[in-house]
């Protein structure tokens, strides 16, 4: 049973810092992705930050390059996104994801709850 659980978001000044983290149990970590999206209202989620848990190769888009790191620790199964020089377009839902490819959420097949970031 794969569950994967967010926490951290909060609110936020423009140019501060949060880090987000996802708790997640029952995933194989070999050769596949995970994961932050996001989806604030009216838009199609994206992708902000995903990692292969199988190595070290990570993929952000130019929005959030520069300002977003993600992280893993493998012991405590635990995924990180810190989260740098905010801006309010950063404003959304903030979710976890598993077993997927790349940036496209359509490919990933776990989701946690969300959690959510406002920076005003």
């Known amino acids: 049973h794969v569950q994967l659980v967010e926490s951290g978001g909060g609110s936020v000044q423009a140019g501060g810092s949060l880090t987000l983290s996802c708790a997640a149990s029952?995933?194989?970590?070999?050769?596949?992705?995970m994961g932050w999206f996001r989806q604030s209202p009216g838009k199609e989620r994206e992708g902000v930050a995903v990692?292969?848990?199988?190595?070290?190769?990570?993929y952000y888009p130019d929005s959030v390059k520069g300002r977003f790191t993600i992280s893993q620790d493998y012991a405590k199964h635990i995924l990180y996104l810190q989260m740098n020089g905010l801006k309010s377009e950063d404003t959304g839902m903030y979710y976890c994801?598993?077993?997927?490819?790349?940036?496209?959420?359509?490919?990933?097949?776990?989701w946690g709850q969300g959690t959510q970031v406002t920076v005003s």
């Open positions: 029952g995933i194989t970590y070999t050769h596949y992705c």
């Open positions: 990692m292969y848990t199988g190595g070290t190769s990570t």
């Open positions: 994801a598993a077993a997927g490819i790349g940036l496209d959420s359509r490919r990933y097949s776990y």
